[in-house]
């Protein structure tokens, strides 16, 4: 399988993450930049938040995974990246008849290691569309929670594990129902 030249380059994610530091590092001293956010996700996230906080940050969480999802299937080439996943199964596969071959396994194993590094790059690149609105939710989300007296969802998680679990859930839903690699 030739995967050269299919997974691009780390450079475009870089200054993806760069710019997102930046901004969340600017947050409280450029106001331009809570301001915009705010006038945007405050009628929005915020609404749904006020109308029902436990309501409204799991449907904000359930909308931003399915965007997320969405994303990653439509930036990464899906076709690649299953012929790599499958490749490395099978020699995952291959490295367990090998047991008592440690010259064999290893040998294997640096083949599926060649999988590595071009597969990060292709599952990344949703990162180039989904990382600042990220960081940007996320300061708004911590500027909206820090003035709410230690409000807890479920009577025990605070908004990020609340993020956290909910994304995981709902991404893993929308994967398999996208059929997302």
Do not use: C, H
């Not at 710019?19 to 996230?45: C, E, M, R, T």
């Not at 799991?58 to 076709?79: G, P």
């Not at 180039?128 to 479920?154: E, Y």
């Amino acid at each position: 399988m030739d995967t050269q030249g299919k997974e691009g380059s780390f450079a475009p994610i870089i200054i993806i993450m760069a710019l997102s530091l930046i901004i969340a590092s600017f947050w409280n001293s450029i106001p331009a930049i809570k301001n915009s956010v705010g006038a945007i996700l405050n009628p929005s996230a915020g609404a749904l938040l006020n109308w029902n906080l436990t309501y409204g940050m799991v449907i904000i969480v359930f909308i931003f995974s399915l965007f997320t999802t969405i994303i990653q299937k439509y930036a990464t080439d899906q076709k690649t990246m299953k012929e790599m996943r499958d490749e490395q199964k099978r020699l995952s596969e291959e490295v367990k008849k090998f047991e008592g071959n440690l010259e064999k396994k290893m040998e294997l194993q640096k083949e599926s290691m060649k999988f590595m590094m071009p597969m990060m790059k292709l599952s990344m690149r949703g990162v180039m569309f989904t990382g600042i609105p990220f960081v940007l939710f996320f300061r708004w989300f911590s500027d909206f929670f820090s003035v709410m007296a230690d409000f807890r969802f479920f009577g025990f998680l605070n908004w990020f594990w609340l993020y956290l679990l909910g994304s995981i859930i709902f991404s893993s839903i929308f994967r398999k129902i996208l059929k997302v690699v």
